[in-house]
């Protein structure tokens, strides 16, 4: 997760900041990006980010249901929304934020949408998280603004469909107000609100109840003080004035009602202002903790009035072009750079401030071509104007190690371990972090600081780019999903010591790496299928086989048969009852160690054995080596390995199945002990009601009650 605390130090480190004005890198506009691909992809992140029980058509195939117990320790369904950013912590403050972002990008480029066919997508994964803001309010002065334990939560690297750790939900009431979550949660479900009210006037209308139930808790307590587990990650340092001010604002667009606006505007006086003057704050970004900046754009074209028109191109002067001799500092190779953690996300978040200012017919052209050039250079950068692209799955060299658990999928619980040494999943869409001020950047799954995502990172990325869409075109990918194919989900290692006169021992591992999606089971097994020719020659019969563990939580059985004919049965090794999930080194495996044994005075014979192959008394060491030929099962169904092939017995003639795909209790027993060799059945066994319509044998019918018969199968 990024470390925002930074924000504090940034505020004293102001001088470092502002730096001599010098010429912005200009983009020529013929040099384009695939816009529209870029907002196709930009919007999916959102999906990747999804936390509750996840829809059946969603586009990719590598994330599951998660988080579906949130709430309960207070009562609640608070399943939903998204997670924040590499972890798994809903955070209202920045969430609500992206959601207001994201539904003024909408408000704004409705159209763009339209015309790139990515209006349903967007109005889809803004309604997941206004969804659940909506779960989060189930009274008018009760709010519940985050769910799940930082500190328990950062502790753990891991998928978020297995997550280990307890998710308790934090609330404010009157009696514990938090004005900046509250206020920045109406003005979310305020600007949802306007957008749905052509598509979906109901659902408009409960968003815009929530939103102004929200305001009024929020106004009238004024105050952070039960704002306290979100303190060190997303702290409200610009206060709560700056998100009283803006959900006003969007309440008033939202409702035409002058009370809403006279409210915004009666927060001026608590404004912030530049260190040692009455100059309201400019020399910051628009972002989760101050939305002051884009509250003076919205004030300016809403009044007309000097004061907003002022204050909005004052910060945006300061990010473009530069107020008086001071401006937000640029790298060589053009970004503006306002603070290490996350520099893309605040130049992307100021160029859609400043596309949309210079749409104002308030702008004037002058200003309107510099914050178009600015706009322009600063999600030129991010897609790849200096040789390689800062978002994940777009364009040349783009990231290929963001910091993000379910995306890395290491089955081993931290990230130090470094296993996988690639992240599993492409996170198509995520704007990582990015570079300094001297256009640093590695692409290090460690280096949160310039490689994290974030929900907050992509709100005003989204909304550049359907700017840029609209003004410079594009096309996105035709039914474009992130489905992948998946890989080394499940394994099986094996070694042995060999045979030891009677015995044969073994060490068998199977693991659960799973990650399309990453999910635990406690019905897996495996079997080690044994050729018992030698034996049955020396006397021996399936019945003398025995099969102990020296290993708790587990069970082996005798001898199953598998082709009678040959002389091929396994051992059913069954972990039933043992989670074993991907979560940590400790539970994402399970080892046995085991001995087959025949009566004393006889050898017993593994060379032969299909589940022996590869394993000699000196592979694999104590974890073994991965083998094929020791298959995995969950609740009886193969996910990994191969079995031997199995080949009907061929000498049954009439048509053991009728045409119902049924046999006789009678022909059953028959048939039993014709397959477990204990009896050959002649024609005169079976009658004509059991010969199908073409008085032959259906041989996919008869493998299917072959498997049912030696239960490898539960229904036939």
Avoid at 330 to 341: E, Q, T
Avoid at 387 to 405: L, M
Avoid at 561 to 583: A, C, E, L, R
Avoid at 697 to 713: E, H, M, P, R, T
Wanted: proline share 4%; with cysteine.
């Amino acid at each position: 997760m990024k470390k925002l605390g930074s924000i504090l130090a940034s505020v004293v480190m102001l001088a470092s900041i502002t730096a001599p004005l010098k010429a912005p890198v200009k983009v020529s506009a013929t040099e384009n990006y695939n816009y529209g691909e870029a907002l196709q992809k930009g919007i999916m992140f959102y999906e990747f980010q999804r936390s509750g029980d996840l829809p059946e058509n969603g586009r990719n195939n590598w994330r599951g249901d998660s988080g579906l117990t949130d709430g309960k320790d207070n009562g609640l369904d608070l399943t939903g929304g998204w997670y924040d950013a590499g972890d798994h912590v809903k955070f209202n403050l920045p969430m609500a934020y992206t959601v207001s972002m994201l539904s003024w990008s909408v408000y704004e480029s409705r159209g763009a949408y339209e015309k790139s066919g990515q209006l349903p997508y967007i109005l889809d994964n803004i309604k997941w998280a206004t969804d659940y803001l909506i779960k989060c309010h189930p009274s008018p002065n009760e709010y519940y603004y985050q769910v799940g334990d930082a500190a328990a939560d950062h502790s753990w690297w891991g998928s978020a469909e297995v997550m280990p750790m307890a998710r308790p939900s934090f609330k404010v009431d009157t009696a514990n107000p938090g004005s900046a979550v509250v206020g920045q949660t109406a003005a979310a479900l305020a600007a949802a609100s306007i957008i749905f009210k052509d598509t979906d006037p109901s659902y408009s209308e409960l968003c815009l109840k929530h939103a102004k139930e929200l305001f009024t808790f929020a106004d009238t307590t004024r105050s952070d003080a039960g704002y306290k587990a979100a303190q060190g990650c997303y702290s409200s340092w610009s206060g709560f004035y700056d998100e009283l001010t803006w959900a006003a604002t969007w309440l008033n667009m939202a409702t035409g009602d002058s009370a809403y606006l006279d409210k915004a505007e009666s927060y001026v006086p608590n404004w912030g202002v530049e260190l040692g003057t009455s100059t309201p704050k400019y020399t910051w970004a628009h972002n989760w903790d101050n939305c002051i900046f884009g509250s003076y754009l919205l004030l300016a074209r809403l009044t007309n009035k000097p004061l907003y028109k002022e204050c909005a191109e004052r910060n945006l002067d300061w990010w473009s072009t530069g107020v008086g001799t001071q401006r937000v500092p640029y790298s060589a190779k053009g970004l503006a750079v306002l603070d290490m953690w996350g520099s893309l996300r605040y130049a992307t978040t100021q160029a859609f401030l400043a596309s949309v200012y210079a749409d104002w017919s308030g702008c004037d052209v002058t200003k309107a071509t510099a914050y178009e050039n600015f706009a322009k250079s600063q999600i030129d950068y991010a897609l790849g104007s200096t040789g390689r692209s800062f978002v994940v799955g777009f364009g040349e060299n783009s990231p290929t190690h963001p910091h993000h658990r379910t995306a890395h999928s290491t089955w081993m619980g931290y990230l130090t371990c470094n296993i996988p040494d690639y992240s599993r999943h492409t996170l198509y869409g995520a704007l990582v972090g990015g570079p300094d001020t001297s256009d640093k950047y590695t692409d290090d799954i460690n280096n949160y600081q310039n490689n994290e995502v974030a929900c907050d990172y992509n709100a005003g990325f989204v909304g550049i780019l359907a700017k840029m869409y609209d003004k410079y075109g594009g096309t996105p990918i035709e039914n474009f999903k992130a489905i992948e194919t998946p890989v080394d989900e499940y394994l099986a290692y094996g070694s042995s010591s060999g045979t030891s006169g009677n015995e044969l021992q073994l060490m068998v591992s199977i693991r659960n790496q799973t990650g399309w999606p990453a999910r635990g089971s406690d019905k897996l097994s495996a079997r080690y299928f044994m050729d018992i020719t030698e034996e049955i020659k020396a006397g021996i019969k399936p019945s003398d086989f025995t099969a102990k563990a020296s290993t708790s939580g587990v069970k082996l059985s005798g001898l199953i048969p598998w082709d009678v004919d040959k002389n091929i049965y396994y051992i059913n090794i069954d972990f039933t009852g043992t989670n074993i999930s991907p979560i940590n080194n400790n539970t994402y495996k399970k080892d046995v160690y085991m001995s087959i044994g025949i009566p004393y005075g006889t050898a017993i014979n593994c060379a032969n054995d299909f589940s022996f192959q590869g394993l000699t008394a000196t592979t694999g060491g104590q974890d073994g080596v991965k083998t094929k030929y020791i298959p995995i099962y969950d609740n009886g169904v193969k996910v990994a390995g191969e079995e031997p092939t199995l080949i009907v017995n061929p000498t049954i003639k009439k048509g053991d199945v009728n045409n119902d795909t049924k046999i006789s209790a009678m022909d059953l027993a028959l048939l039993k002990k014709h397959i477990m060799g204990t009896s050959t059945l002649t024609g005169d066994a079976f009658t004509a009601a059991d010969v199908d319509s073409n008085g032959k044998v259906n041989s996919i019918d008869l493998a299917l009650l072959k498997k049912y018969i030696l239960g490898q199968i539960t229904s036939f």
